[in-house]
Structure formats: C-alpha cells, structure tokens
C-alpha cells in the first residue's frame, strides 16, 4: 500500500525548525504517512540530532533560503525560488506529494499555491478559512486574509466551498451559511453585500440562512461566515484576543487569594475543558480552499501539536477529496450556463 505523502514547509514559522520537526514526527508515527521536509538538510539533521528526533521515513527536499514574515510575497515567484516554501509547493504541483502545510508568510503561502500548484479551474480567487470555536459547535470563517476586497462572484464561491468544507470534513448534514454584515437586514452594508444576499438566496443547494451581525458569530449562529479577507480577519484577531484576554481574566479570579484556589481545585478540569475549546492549536491550521491541491497554513506560531493537527488536517482533506469536489462543482455551473 502507497502511503500518502504530506509535504511540510520545516522552516516556515516564528518556531521552525524545531516544533515543526517534533509536530511533522509526531504525525508521520500517529497516522502512519511518509512526511517530506522541505529546507536546508543540514539545519534540519542538525536540529533534529539534537533534539532526538527520528528522521527514519522521512526525505529531506532540499532549499537553500527560507521566506521571512517581512517578504515581499512574490519573492516566492522570483528571488526566492529556492525557500523552503517555494521547493513545497514545486513538489506538490510535481506530484511527489499529495498536500502542503506551512506555518510559513500567510502572503506568500497563498501567492505560492496559486501560481504553483495552480487554482482550480472556474474558481476566480482563492481563499483562506479558518475553523473556529463558538458556544456551540465549530465553525468557519471564509475568507481571512487573501483577498481583501471581493466582488459578489468571489464571495458566492466562498459560501460554496466552505459548504463543500463542513460537510466532507466537519460533519455537517446542511450547514447553514451567513454573509457577516452590520445588520441583519438584507439592505444592510455595501451594494456588494447587497447584492451577494440576493444571489444566495436564490441558490437552493446552499442553506443560506441571511446576514449575521459579529455579536452573533461566537454564538454558533452560522457554521459558514463569508467575508472578505479584510472583514474576516478582523473577525479571527479579535476572536483570539478576546479568548486570550478571558482566560487571563478567569486565572486572574482562582489566583486572587487562598479561597479563590481552593474553589480553582474543584472546577479545574471545567476550566482546562473551556481553555482547550478555546485553543487554535486544536483545529491545526487554515485551508486555502480553491487550489488543485491541499493546503493548510498553519498560525505562525504553531508549535509541536499545531503542525500535528495541521497535517491531520491534510490528510483529510485529501482522504475527503474536497480539492475533487469543489472542482466538481464548477464544472457543473460551466455545463449548466
């Protein structure tokens, strides 16, 4: 049996390349695929012997630079066709591979899976999503950065792919989808809104279920919020700031005095349970949906159980076939116009 071959961006990320190292090894035992790294194998050997980490089943795809937070992203086009990034995504198009993941430049991640590994045909633009924790149940923001303004078009696709997204990977039967907007009212927000809402309306294969105000989102109101990249990932910083500020406020309450410990020992596992839910580490990384190919960008700042999630995450996307079936789905509207 040919294993499934996940290609991992080992130098991309504020800590790279050791939690890359440890979460890449940790998935490669766990879910029995062969992991391919892509960076500069000294670096890579180095750290790893260092650290005891097996490299045995793993190949070394070798680059000689790396793409910094601060580059421009189209130096993965030109002088940096030789980053770690770059090599991934030249051996995902090649096919010595079957998904990528990167904690690398979000910019360059989505300027490499475009021109690289190529969009599918009839998706105008592709678009990051992120799995997110609410009250209820996940959900998904789409998009949360690579396209800062849309056209109806663009976001009709967003709707439709991360409708694809929830059902195949998620679980969802029929997962409702939202356009986040100011107001509730089909009138509310820019003509391009406006007009979005309209059209979703009349798709019966969506269940699409109206605009959805941003006070409503952490609620699970909608488990597809469609946005453009400016509006989405304004949504997804202050989603986390606001995580990070509760929990910092509810250590701040069990630590004040020796009562307030004591009442700390009796509800501690409630507390890991709600930290946990709260935790992006769980859900891995960020699916740029609309490319021939998996790609999962994971945060910048992923450590060890990050990347693990980020390349179980991969590996179902890939076993779902969501890049097969979204490209499915534009081949029907082309036959239906």
Not at 21 to 38: N, S
Not at 183 to 197: F, H, S
Not at 234 to 254: D, H, R
Not at 295 to 318: L, P, T
Request: charged share 25%.
């Amino acid at each position: 049996m040919i294993k499934m071959k996940v290609i991992v961006d080992a130098m991309g990320g504020d800590n790279a390349p050791l939690e890359i190292l440890k979460g890449a090894r940790k998935a490669a035992d766990k879910f029995k695929v062969k992991i391919l790294l892509a960076g500069k194998g000294e670096t890579i050997r180095k750290c790893a012997e260092e650290n005891n980490i097996s490299l045995s089943d793993m190949e070394i795809l070798e680059a000689e630079s790396e793409i910094s937070m601060c580059d421009d992203p189209k130096c993965i086009l030109r002088e940096k066709k030789d980053s770690s990034m770059a090599v991934a995504f030249s051996a995902l198009a090649e096919g010595k591979g079957d998904a990528v993941v990167s904690a690398g430049s979000t910019g360059a991640v989505v300027m490499g899976a475009t021109f690289i590994v190529k969009r599918i045909k009839g998706i105008k633009r592709p678009a990051i999503a992120s799995i997110m924790p609410s009250y209820t149940e996940p959900f998904m923001v789409m998009d949360i950065g690579a396209n800062i303004e849309c056209h109806k078009e663009n976001l009709i696709q967003f709707a439709q792919m991360s409708d694809i997204y929830m059902k195949n990977i998620i679980g969802f039967k029929n997962p409702t989808v939202a356009l986040a907007n100011i107001g509730a009212e089909p009138t509310k927000g820019p003509e391009v809104l406006q007009e979005t809402y309209k059209a979703l309306s009349e798709m019966k294969e969506l269940n699409f279920i109206g605009n959805i105000e941003p006070r409503d989102i952490p609620f699970g109101k909608a488990n597809c919020v469609v946005c453009n990249g400016f509006t989405g990932n304004t949504i997804l910083k202050m989603y986390e700031g606001v995580a990070s500020a509760l929990m910092k406020k509810v250590k701040g309450v069990f630590t004040k005095n020796i009562v307030s410990k004591i009442g700390y020992l009796l509800v501690k596992g409630g507390v890991k349970e709600l930290k946990d839910s709260m935790d992006y580490k769980e859900f891995g990384g960020a699916p740029l949906l609309g490319v021939r190919k998996p790609v999962i960008k994971a945060h910048g700042s992923s450590d060890e159980r990050a990347i693990f999630n980020a390349v179980r995450q991969a590996i179902e996307c890939y076993k779902a076939d969501v890049c097969g079936q979204i490209a499915k789905l534009t081949e029907k509207e082309k036959e239906e116009e």
